[in-house]
């Protein structure tokens, strides 16, 4: 009797496995219609644990609410089978429940085979929606049970850099090194190096790059290293590395910035210019880009060309600082005075409230002989500029013009308390006491 109920039972079973590889059959040949229905029959005869195949199939092809319908009805049945939980608070995961995910795989009790799984995806969750000190307790909790597990390693390091704890971090990726070069298709060498280079640990983190390049060149991971050398003043290498990404990716506008500043640093403005021509040319909306152009434009002697540019930029963007400041700056230069007038004034009117504009103005006024105006807006930058020297100096030598020698005095003291090494200020306070 018994050997005839083992007998239909594997018949069942094998008259079942057919059928489901016949329904898998139909649906990667492309008659999904026809796997489906014979996959819906299937269900209705067949077992729990065919039923559980079902589900984890339906799962993989994307009918969410099929698997979960399944899976729940499994659940109640066997609560005690962790299996069946871990899979069910994976269905809510992909179902954005994560609440649901959280209050099943609470029940998996500490003694289950699978509790320390629960616990790296609770960990996960509670990441996921922000809790991030829950999670670090779930993950070092699976930590000490299991401690040379690289997952929980792994997890740990992944969330102490995501935290911005980053020697916590370095500790554990370190770890996982020496037995692990990839997990999860991370490199570690490379995750080692990001965390390294946030750090400013430019020297490890190079070397690391490299050897985690040997194994997986992206863009992401070679940005990475060519920001790192950048940052570390390797600039030759930096350019190498640049260039290598801009072969890999010539529309990844970002490089083209920092290519022209290796360049800049290295004394190559041509390359630079031409590479920010390039970058521009790729992002023709970036203002930093025009700026930059600018500023390597004047270097080069192109004044003119660097004027027009920086008027592109702000046609583009007329209330970028960095833009208004470095045409304040070269109108200054240029002595355009009027024209340096009309730019500050504008972008003051606009709502742009950097000081240096106000020291711009003053010293354009005062050249175009509007003493009383230029008064008023030294009085107004003195605020933010009584500790610079230079200011102090100009501002002084402004007043004494006007005649306002008490309040030159008052500057030229606070000016050499600043800085006793300025003898010529010194002098000029000693003769201001004899005329006083």
């Known amino acids: 009797m018994i050997n005839e109920q083992k007998r239909i039972f594997f018949e069942l079973k094998e008259t079942f496995m057919q059928k489901f590889e016949q329904a898998v059959s139909y649906i990667e040949n492309g008659e999904a219609e026809k796997g489906l229905q014979l996959l819906k029959e299937q269900l209705r005869v067949a077992n729990d644990e065919e039923k559980y195949d079902i589900a984890r199939y339906y799962h993989t092809l994307g009918f969410m609410d099929e698997a979960l319908a399944i899976t729940e009805d499994l659940r109640l049945l066997y609560p005690e089978e962790s299996e069946f939980t871990v899979f069910l608070a994976e269905l809510y995961i992909d179902l954005d429940k994560e609440d649901e995910a959280i209050e099943v795989l609470h029940d998996i009790p500490e003694n289950d085979d699978l509790y320390v799984q629960s616990l790296l995806l609770v960990a996960d969750l509670f990441q996921m929606q922000g809790f991030d000190d829950v999670a670090e307790q779930k993950l070092l909790k699976a930590k000490e049970m299991m401690p040379d597990e690289p997952v929980i390693t792994f997890g740990l390091a992944e969330l102490y850099s995501s935290k911005g704890e980053e020697q916590k971090a370095i500790t554990y990726y370190e770890s996982l090194l020496a037995e692990h070069k990839v997990m999860g298709g991370v490199v570690i060498a490379l995750r080692l190096a990001e965390t390294l280079s946030a750090i400013g640990n430019w020297e490890e983190a190079i070397s690391y790059y490299e050897a985690g390049l040997e194994e997986q060149k992206d863009i992401h991971s070679l940005f990475g290293y ?196 300025q003898i010529h200020i010194e002098e000029l306070l000693y003769n201001l006491e004899d005329f006083s």
């Open 226 to 421: 060519a920001f790192t050398l950048y940052q570390g003043e390797e600039y030759q290498r930096a350019i190498g590395a640049w260039q290598e990404l801009k072969e890999l990716d010539p529309e990844y506008a970002s490089l083209y910035m920092y290519l022209a500043k290796s360049y800049e640093k290295e004394g190559m403005l041509q390359e630079s210019y031409e590479t920010l021509q390039e970058g521009i040319k790729v992002d023709e909306l970036s203002v930093p880009f025009y700026v930059e152009l600018a500023n390597i434009a004047a270097k080069l002697g192109k004044i003119a060309e660097a004027e027009e540019v920086l008027q592109k930029a702000l046609e583009l963007d007329p209330g970028h600082l960095g833009a208004i400041l470095k045409y304040a700056y070269i109108l200054k230069e240029q002595e355009k005075y009027e024209e340096l007038i009309a730019v500050v004034e504008r972008a003051i009117d606009s709502g742009e409230p950097d000081t240096q504009l106000l020291w711009d103005l003053a010293f354009a006024k005062k050249q175009l002989e509007m003493y009383s105006d230029a008064l008023k807006h030294y009085e107004s930058a003195y605020t933010s500029f009584k500790n610079h020297p230079d200011f102090l100096e100009e501002y002084g030598y402004f007043l004494l013009e006007e005649g306002m020698r008490k309040e030159a005095k008052e500057v030229f003291t606070q000016l050499i308390q600043l800085d006793p090494t």
